[in-house]
């Protein structure tokens, strides 16, 4: 019986050893098992970081780039308002000149026509004043003919 006692525990010790080295190999793999899926882990999230990373400065330079675009359209808008401005301001300018050259021909030209006007009145009263003087002198001689007609002289 001590044999047979010996031999159940010399098979439980074989087999304890054997179940441990299982035990230690599943174990082993387990282990490995983690700290690959560790690794993996570490690696996607380092990944996701700098995919994070470069879509977070691609956003930043196209934010920059639309505000740049925004401010050399302002400022064009600006331009094209001020060169408008300028533009209206001059043809003002212009427009008030040319309509001051207008009067001021349109009052030369009242001025010529009134003097004209003048002038003629003028000659018409000395063309008037010199025929009712004619026919005044014509009156009085053929007057005086009818007088001395009349009174024999």
Same mark, same amino acid.
């Given at each position: 019986?001590?044999?047979?006692?010996?031999?159940?525990?010399?098979?439980?010790?074989?087999?304890? !050893?054997? %179940?441990?080295?299982?035990?230690?190999?599943? @174990?082993?793999? &387990?282990? #490995? &098992?983690?700290?690959?899926? /560790?690794?993996?882990?570490?690696? @996607?999230? $380092?990944?996701?970081?700098? %995919?994070? $990373?470069?879509?977070?400065? %691609? +956003?930043?330079? %196209?934010?920059?780039?639309? +505000? #740049?675009?925004?401010?050399?359209?302002?400022?064009?808008?600006?331009? =094209?308002?001020? #060169?408008?401005?300028?533009?209206?301001?001059?043809? *003002?300018?212009?427009?008030?000149?040319?309509?001051?050259? +207008? *009067?001021?021909?349109?009052?030369?030209?009242?001025?010529? /026509?009134?003097?004209? =006007? !003048? #002038?003629? &009145?003028?000659?018409? *009263?000395?063309?008037?004043?010199?025929? /009712? @003087?004619? +026919?005044?002198?014509?009156? !009085?001689? $053929?007057?005086?003919?009818?007088?001395?007609?009349?009174?024999?002289?």
């Amino acid at each position: 019986m001590k044999k047979l006692l010996l031999n159940v525990a010399a098979l439980a010790l074989i087999v304890g !050893a054997v %179940s441990c080295r299982e035990v230690q190999e599943k @174990a082993n793999e &387990a282990g #490995n &098992a983690v700290e690959n899926a /560790a690794n993996d882990a570490a690696n @996607a999230t $380092g990944d996701a970081v700098n %995919s994070a $990373g470069d879509a977070l400065e %691609s +956003a930043g330079n %196209s934010v920059k780039d639309a +505000a #740049n675009n925004a401010a050399n359209a302002a400022g064009d808008a600006v331009d =094209a308002t001020g #060169n408008a401005i300028e533009n209206a301001a001059d043809a *003002t300018v212009e427009g008030a000149k040319d309509a001051a050259n +207008a *009067t001021k021909d349109a009052a030369n030209n009242a001025i010529d /026509a009134t003097k004209d =006007a !003048a #002038n003629n &009145a003028v000659d018409a *009263t000395k063309d008037a004043a010199n025929n /009712a @003087a004619n +026919a005044t002198k014509d009156a !009085a001689n $053929g007057a005086v003919d009818k007088v001395k007609k009349a009174t024999g002289h």
